[in-house]
Antibody
Framework: QLQLQESGPGLVKASETLSLTCTVS??????????WGWIRQPPGKGLEWIGN???????YYNPSLKSRVTISVDTSKNQFSLEVTSVTAADTAIYFC???????????WGQGTLVTVSS | SSELTQAPAVSEALGQTVRITCQGD??????ATWYQQKPGQAPVLVMY???NRPSGIPDRFSGSSSGNTASLTITGAQAEDEADYYC????????????FGGGTKLTVL
């Protein structure tokens, strides 16, 4: 059974870089049927797609975040990562990592991790 | 990029049929996907494709689509169905991008 687990600091200072890692277990990231992606949810608000990455390294990003976001993959560790630069309070959210099918059906999801941006 | 519009909230009596809708231009080209999210939990996939339920999702959940509108129908809503429901689809301007609706909070009375 495939599982994903987010890890990283829960508190980031404004203007700094948010960094999270997603560890995949129960299956390999080296799978040409899936992308691996990030989705966030500000407290009490809806879901926002951040972007995803193919095992080969090809990435796709939400245009509204593209200038500040980098997603990378480490197939040797079966992990993929997210960086968001120059964070502000608006980046405070629960960050979910998840597997995306080629048709963009997202399943399964990690449990999510809350990242708070402090001033 | 595309936008998907959902009603913020819907309520229905226990055991009744409830329909949650999602509107957007991308739905003319792509199927909607539906996720259920309960408080403090990650979203769970409940419907995808033309009308496909993942393993473990009760058959009271069904999906349909017409024009630019997709619907998730719960026939005989149960108390445990009370949750936020989000639709999503591929972005019509870039099929490699994903868009979400704003979510609908379902209250089962």
């Amino acid at each position: 059974q495939l599982q994903l687990q987010e890890s990283g600091p829960g508190l980031v200072k404004a203007s700094e870089t948010l960094s999270l890692t997603c560890t995949v277990s129960g299956g390999s990231i080296n799978n040409n049927n899936y992308y691996w992606g990030w989705i966030r949810q500000p407290p009490g608000k809806g879901l926002e797609w951040i972007g995803n990455i193919y095992y080969s390294g090809t990435t796709y990003y939400n245009p509204s975040l593209k200038s500040r976001v980098t997603i990378s993959v480490d197939t040797s560790k079966n992990q993929f990562s997210l960086e968001v630069t120059s964070v502000t309070a608006a980046d405070t959210a629960i960050y979910f990592c998840a597997r995306h099918r080629i048709d963009q059906v997202v399943f399964p999801w990690g449990q999510g991790t809350l990242v708070t941006v402090s001033s | 990029s595309s936008e998907l519009t959902q009603a913020p909230a819907v309520s229905e009596a226990l055991g009744q049929t409830v329909r949650i809708t999602c509107q957007g231009d991308s739905l003319r080209s792509y199927f909607a996907t539906w996720y259920q999210q309960k408080p403090g939990q990650a979203p769970v996939l409940v419907m995808y494709g033309q009308n496909n339920r993942p393993s473990g999702i009760p058959d009271r959940f069904s999906g349909s689509s017409s024009g630019n509108t997709a619907s998730l129908t719960i026939t005989g809503a149960q108390a445990e169905d009370e949750a936020d429901y989000y639709c999503s689809s591929r972005d019509s301007s870039s099929h490699n991008h994903l868009v979400f609706g704003g979510g609908t909070k379902l209250t089962v009375l």
